[in-house]
């Protein structure tokens, strides 16, 4: 039994299939085996094309912030942390100022 390599019409490997040694590849099949080291094989008809593994994780790895960018991060959520503390002592100072103009009402 031999494999029979296919792909779909844009030449994507989808896969494989056993066949007897006399098969003759129909359209999107190729005795050709896709290198198992390239990321998404390619069919281009003549040989099986793309990146390898280690290609198409160097290209889409995630960067790792310098130094300077890890402080402005840490800058960004203090001030955020900030401004909500903010943000709560003037809803309470509100709170405290209707609280007194209360009393001194009730006191007249």
Known sequence: MDKVYLYDEDGNYTG?????????PQQWETFLKPDPTLYRPKFDGAKWTGVTHEEYDTAHQIATPNPEQIM???????????TEQSKQLQQLAMKQQMQIAQLQKDSK
């Not at 494989?16 to 003759?24: A, G, R, W």
């Not at 402005?72 to 900030?82: D, E, F, T």
């Open 16 to 24: 494989y299939k056993e066949v007897y040694s006399d098969y003759q």
């Open 72 to 82: 402005i991060m840490k800058q960004q959520a203090q001030l955020a942390q900030l």
